[in-house]
Nanobody, 121 residues
Framework: QLKLVESGGGQVDVGGSLRLSCVMS????????MGWFRQVPGKERERVAA???????SYTDSVKGRFTISKDNAKNILYLQMNSLKPEDAAMYYC???????????????WGQGTQVTVSS
């Protein structure tokens, strides 16, 4: 059974950094499209970053140049390095997986439970 578990969230000051991790079990991360999404109460879920089956990476405009998505196939872990954090980055962050040969992970069917990121000004 595929399972995704996020960690690494927490409270950070404006301008600070966090690295989120997502451990996948029950399946191999290699060759999958994986993504990071975030959601604030009362707002729609937003796709933040994705890494496609071929390693192609994509980002929402607001995080380009600040966030980096990567994965360690040997450890079966997906990462999101977040630098220069802003108050508007505060949200619950979710890891997600798409088992098809996708590049952008717009509608992944598998989700983790989320990890909270708080940015203090």
């Amino acid at each position: 059974q595929l399972k995704l578990v996020e960690s690494g969230g927490g409270q950070v000051d404006v301008g600070g950094s966090l690295r989120l991790s997502c451990v996948m079990s029950g399946y191999t991360i290699s060759g999958l499209c994986m993504g990071w999404f975030r959601q604030v109460p009362g707002k729609e879920r937003e796709r933040v970053a994705a890494i496609g089956y071929d390693g192609f990476t994509s980002y929402t405009d607001s995080v380009k140049g600040r966030f980096t998505i990567s994965k360690d196939n040997a450890k079966n872990i997906l990462y999101l390095q977040m630098n220069s954090l802003k108050p508007e980055d505060a949200a619950m962050y979710y890891c997600a997986a798409d088992l098809t040969s996708a590049r952008y992970c717009y509608t992944p069917p598998y989700w983790g439970q989320g990890t909270q990121v708080t940015v203090s000004s």
